[in-house]
């Protein structure tokens, strides 16, 4: 049995499948497998020794360096930066088993947000993952004096970590033949809050990430250079950030956007 799931973990999301009259149709996967999860024989997988590569140039576009020349990021503190960061990622295939109205449940978990159960309508395999670079850059900078340099490591763990969590994202979609993913993240929407975070570990055995990564009790992810979610198939894009009305954000992927907001059911259309 474990071996039939690990081929059904192994298949693309949506693949075509010929019908009674010799045609192909284009199916779910996870549709064919609904009940799956109650075996709890569920892959785990972890990735050790991600390859990060930091570009200067990049880290100083990230800090608006390009706008000012009135102080400038050593190439030798990024290379002492880049010597002590060990990018890893823990992810766990998991099957939808029920869709409630603003509610989930995900190997036998219950996650409560509108906007995830809406980008869960069509799907039945999910992928919950954490990803760390470790807790040695941040040590790094708690010991520097300098607070000019501990801004700079600060910013360049952050680089770090985005890339870290895409290289996961490129290896989800080469495994599982996926044409497009997107993510959420507990905490990232105030329909999908910090207090997510307990039931997103759960997910994992013994509600822990196996890669040095654990809670606090405000629920805040130690190492600090930690990011956690839930990755899914989709068609289209979706990004949190469309639904975030926060005028300044560094981080903003995409904009804000009132027709969205309206579409989900979540929030005020009031935005930039």
Request: hydrophobic share 40%; glycine share 6%.
């Amino acid at each position: 049995m474990r071996e039939i799931i690990q081929i059904v973990n192994a298949l693309p999301e949506r693949m075509l499948l010929p019908n009674a009259r010799g045609s192909k149709t284009r199916v779910f996967v996870s549709s064919l497998t609904p009940k799956i999860s109650s075996l709890k024989l569920l892959r785990m997988e972890k990735l050790e020794n991600i390859p990060v590569k930091l570009d200067i140039n990049v880290i100083k576009k990230k800090l608006h360096m390009d706008r000012t020349g009135d102080w400038d990021l050593d190439g030798a503190l990024v290379e002492t930066a880049t010597a002590v960061i060990k990018p890893s990622a823990v992810y766990k295939v998991c099957y939808v088993e029920e869709k409630l109205e603003d509610e989930v449940i995900i190997d036998g978990i219950s996650f409560k947000s509108r906007v995830l159960r809406k980008n869960l309508e069509a799907v039945g395999r999910i992928f919950a993952y954490v990803v760390t670079i470790g807790k040695q850059l941040e040590e790094m900078a708690g010991s520097r004096e300098d607070l000019l340099e501990k801004y700079f490591l600060d910013s360049i763990g952050n680089v770090a970590l985005v890339k870290a969590r895409k290289y996961l994202e490129d290896q989800l979609r080469s495994r599982f033949a996926l044409d497009g993913v997107s993510f959420m993240s507990p905490g990232s929407l105030g329909d999908w809050p910090i207090e997510e975070q307990r039931p997103l570990f759960s997910l994992f055995e013994g509600g822990k990430a196996h890669i040095g990564v654990r809670l606090s009790e405000s629920l805040l992810m130690i190492p600090k250079k930690s990011v956690s979610g839930i990755y899914f198939p989709t068609e289209v894009t979706f990004y949190s950030c469309q639904l975030c009305p926060r005028k300044r954000c560094d981080g903003r992927k995409a904009p804000f956007d009132k027709k969205l907001v309206k579409e989900y059911g979540v929030g005020t259309a009031e935005g930039p």
